[in-house]
């Protein structure tokens, strides 16, 4: 039995018959990828993207849904297309999304001619269809949230990369799932708000799951072949969940309540987009990986040990019952999880440079400081806590990492809040989407209101 099966084995065996397993990995699509992801105009992604272009000119129908952004980061985005424009016989264009920079989005239509572009406005949306009207362009654009929706779960759709920052990347991932796309999750907090819906979604839509975050694809490289409900059975003992330790690892307490964003925004490996990038300093990025790894591989908190490692080579690690440790090595550059993603299972030139073990010359290995770095902990509580909990400690993020940079409250602030939120909050189960999204409501208020109070 394949790996993809085994994952969605783990996650699904109760309700997923070996049946469905085989015919869905029969199934599978080598070609028509769709994709929403994120990239800028300019630089690196337009490097990347006029080659697809010219490609796709070549070829017939279009599968590809891309979240643009301009002049900002769009990380995962342009590295995707990065991977695409390198194999461009293997993957079309679909669609193009982004949230309100229609001149962004316009360039990219040029370069792409997918069949929809989406933008978040009206007004953006209208801009976009006037300048692609004057470009003699025939890429319809539509707006809003309920586009989103549409393009990842249209029938012409085959792979969604789910790239869209935070929260808003929830629903448009849900409907990709319940409409059986294989779904590239590069977009965590789906999995710490909806973990639980949104696993059922993918259960009950047939969908295929592929997580895109490194560690996470370290995993699921370095899991056994077989199909199996828990850890255990598989022979597992745990996950060695690998963090980098961020911008601030020998910063103390006192230190840490002076840094500014741009100190924070300044990861020593990785280039992330801003949101990420605070999270991974406060390590409330290493806490959302754990709730991520617990959905993703049915590993209990228990199971998950998480080990700062500051070089970035290994990506995460699988600790068998008979003492062997399994992990998985490279440069850090997320072209490598991408690429396996896009490929799986065959393996995908990805352009990323070879590892140089000479050059890397020592892997070091740390406990987290939790004290120093409470957000940790307080992810922790929230997987132990269950119900809502993930939704209210995300939620509450969120508007911290946004004040933060804004530089409306501290950096110490950011764990702070996220206590006061939870501690101000009902912990309960929830069942539906629409429960999930009004504790995100809330949270949000409460969030809001202790920032105004600072
Ligand atoms: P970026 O900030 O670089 O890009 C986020 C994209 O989402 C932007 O294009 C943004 O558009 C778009 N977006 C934001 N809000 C909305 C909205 N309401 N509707 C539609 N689109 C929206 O983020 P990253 O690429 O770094 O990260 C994307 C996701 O991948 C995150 O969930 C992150 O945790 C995860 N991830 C990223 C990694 C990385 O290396 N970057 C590694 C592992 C996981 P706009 O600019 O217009 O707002
Ligand atoms: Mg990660």
Same mark, same amino acid.
């Given at each position: 039995m394949?790996?993809?099966?085994?994952? @969605?084995?783990?996650?699904?065996?109760?309700?997923?018959?070996?049946?469905?397993?085989?015919t869905?990995? @029969?199934?599978?699509?080598?070609?028509?990828?769709?994709?929403?992801?994120?990239f800028?105009?300019?630089?690196?992604a337009?490097?990347?993207?006029?080659?697809?272009?010219?490609?796709l000119?070549?070829i017939?129908?279009?599968?590809?849904?891309?979240?643009?952004?301009?002049?900002?980061?769009?990380?995962?985005?342009?590295?995707?297309?990065?991977?695409i424009a @390198?194999?461009?016989?293997?993957f079309?264009?679909?669609?193009?999304?982004?949230?309100?920079?229609?001149?962004?989005?316009?360039?990219q239509?040029l370069?792409?001619?997918?069949s929809?572009?989406?933008?978040?406005?009206?007004?953006?949306?209208?801009?976009?269809?006037?300048?692609?009207?004057?470009?003699?362009?025939?890429?319809?654009?539509?707006?809003?949230?309920?586009?989103?929706?549409?393009?990842?779960?249209?029938?012409?759709?085959?792979?969604v990369?789910?790239?869209?920052?935070?929260?808003?990347?929830?629903?448009?991932?849900?409907?990709?799932a319940?409409a059986?796309?294989r779904?590239?999750?590069?977009?965590?907090?789906?999995?710490v708000? =909806?973990?639980?819906?949104?696993?059922?979604?993918?259960?009950?839509?047939?969908?295929?799951?592929?997580?895109?975050?490194?560690?996470?694809?370290?995993?699921?490289?370095?899991?056994?072949n077989k199909?199996t409900?828990?850890l255990?059975?598989?022979?597992?003992k745990?996950?060695?969940?690998? =963090?980098s330790?961020?911008?601030?690892r020998?910063?103390?307490?006192?230190?840490?309540?002076?840094v500014t964003?741009? @100190? =924070?925004l300044?990861?020593?490996n990785?280039?992330?987009?801003?949101?990420?990038?605070?999270?991974?300093?406060?390590?409330?990025?290493?806490?959302l990986?754990?709730?991520?790894?617990?959905?993703?591989?049915?590993?209990?908190?228990?199971?998950?040990?998480?080990?700062v490692?500051p070089?970035?080579?290994?990506?995460?690690?699988?600790?068998?019952?008979?003492?062997?440790v399994?992990?998985q090595?490279?440069?850090?550059?997320?072209?490598?999880?991408?690429?396996?993603?896009?490929?799986?299972?065959?393996?995908?030139?990805?352009?990323?440079?070879?590892?140089?073990?000479?050059k890397?010359?020592?892997?070091?290995?740390?406990?987290?400081?939790?004290?120093k770095?409470?957000?940790?902990?307080? =992810?922790?509580?929230?997987?132990?806590?269950?119900?809502?909990?993930?939704?209210?400690?995300?939620?509450?993020?969120?508007v911290a990492?946004?004040?933060?940079?804004?530089?409306?409250?501290?950096f110490?602030?950011?764990?702070r809040l996220i206590?006061?939120v939870?501690?101000?909050?009902?912990?309960?189960?929830v069942?539906?989407?629409?429960?999930?999204?009004?504790?995100d409501?809330?949270s949000?208020?409460?969030?809001?209101e202790?920032?105004?109070?600072?």
């Amino acid at each position: 039995m394949d790996r993809r099966r085994f994952l @969605q084995g783990t996650l699904a065996a109760p309700m997923v018959s070996t049946f469905a397993l085989e015919t869905r990995a @029969q199934s599978w699509p080598t070609r028509n990828i769709t994709m929403v992801v994120a990239f800028p105009p300019g630089g690196q992604a337009d490097l990347a993207a006029r080659p697809v272009a010219l490609a796709l000119e070549k070829i017939l129908g279009k599968s590809v849904v891309v979240d643009n952004r301009v002049g900002a980061t769009g990380t995962i985005g342009i590295q995707t297309i990065n991977v695409i424009a @390198q194999h461009p016989a293997q993957f079309e264009v679909f669609a193009l999304t982004a949230n309100s920079n229609a001149d962004g989005l316009f360039e990219q239509c040029l370069q792409f001619h997918p069949s929809y572009a989406v933008l978040l406005s009206e007004e953006a949306a209208e801009h976009l269809r006037q300048r692609l009207k004057q470009a003699a362009i025939s890429t319809e654009v539509l707006c809003g949230a309920e586009a989103l929706d549409f393009v990842s779960s249209h029938p012409k759709v085959d792979a969604v990369m789910a790239a869209i920052v935070g929260s808003a990347g929830l629903l448009p991932a849900i409907s990709a799932a319940k409409a059986g796309k294989r779904i590239l999750l590069a977009n965590k907090e789906t999995l710490v708000m =909806a973990g639980k819906l949104f696993m059922q979604a993918v259960e009950e839509g047939g969908a295929t799951l592929l997580p895109i975050d490194s560690e996470h694809n370290a995993i699921f490289q370095v899991m056994p072949n077989k199909r199996t409900s828990n850890l255990e059975n598989a022979g597992i003992k745990k996950i060695l969940l690998t =963090a980098s330790g961020g911008p601030f690892r020998h910063a103390t307490f006192e230190e840490l309540a002076h840094v500014t964003v741009k @100190q =924070a925004l300044n990861h020593p490996n990785w280039v992330m987009g801003p949101k990420i990038t605070i999270d991974s300093a406060t390590l409330m990025n290493k806490g959302l990986e754990v709730i991520e790894a617990h959905w993703l591989f049915n590993a209990k908190p228990e199971q998950i040990e998480v080990v700062v490692h500051p070089q970035s080579v290994i990506h995460s690690m699988v600790e068998y019952i008979d003492g062997s440790v399994l992990a998985q090595l490279g440069n850090p550059d997320m072209r490598t999880p991408i690429a396996y993603a896009l490929g799986y299972p065959d393996r995908l030139q990805s352009g990323v440079n070879s590892l140089d073990l000479f050059k890397t010359a020592r892997l070091d290995f740390e406990r987290p400081d939790t004290e120093k770095f409470p957000c940790l902990r307080l =992810a922790f509580d929230c997987l132990k806590l269950g119900g809502n909990a993930a939704a209210i400690l995300n939620a509450a993020n969120e508007v911290a990492v946004e004040a933060f940079i804004k530089e409306k409250i501290g950096f110490n602030d950011i764990p702070r809040l996220i206590e006061a939120v939870l501690g101000a909050s009902d912990i309960v189960e929830v069942s539906t989407i629409s429960m999930l999204l009004t504790t995100d409501a809330e949270s949000r208020q409460r969030a809001q209101e202790w920032v105004a109070k600072r």
